[in-house]
């Protein structure tokens, strides 16, 4: 199993006269994390952000936050990444932020998820600045043929 900051993926090396084709796992992972929250009757994501919450185990929180944002970042679609972003922070995220005890790696995560979620929105941004201006100048985008 492989790990891109873009991608959770696996590679067949069992047939070396082949290129390798990556299998996407974000969705096998989703999946089976819905699957586990559903048995114990609980979010989805209370189990990462309750790992947060362990000040002591500054390992773990360091792990979880990499953790958080390895799935928040891996899809390239700009709504699902909003939305797994914003479970984490339903799921408790935002009340712990303000509250972690700060270490220097724990700062390189956080860093890292306050980046990703400036830049989704930048994103999200522009595409209403494009849907407002055809709406209202609809036929200047219209092209003769």
């Given amino acids: 199993v492989c790990f891109q900051p873009d991608k959770f993926y696996y590679r067949h090396f069992n047939r070396p006269h082949l290129q390798p084709k990556p299998i996407l796992f ?22 990462i952000v309750e790992g947060l919450e362990n000040h002591e185990a500054q390992q773990l929180q ?3 936050m990499q953790l958080i944002n390895a799935l928040v970042t891996s899809p390239d679609d700009l709504d699902f990444r909003i939305h797994l ?10 009340k712990i ?8 790696e724990l700062d390189i995560q956080l860093k890292v998820f306050n980046e ?10 522009h595409r209403l600045d494009d849907i ?4 209202e100048y609809p036929f200047v985008f219209c092209v003769d043929t």
């Fill in 116 to 125: 990703n979620k400036d830049e989704d929105a930048i994103e999200l941004s």
């Fill in 85 to 94: 972003r914003n479970e984490f922070l339903r799921c408790g995220l935002k």
């Fill in 132 to 135: 407002r201006a055809e709406m």
């Fill in 26 to 47: 974000l969705d096998k992972i989703l999946a089976a994390m819905t699957i586990a929250a559903e048995r114990n009757n609980k979010e989805r994501f209370a189990p």
């Fill in 62 to 64: 360091v792990a979880c």
């Fill in 97 to 104: 932020l303000p509250e972690i005890k700060k270490t220097e």
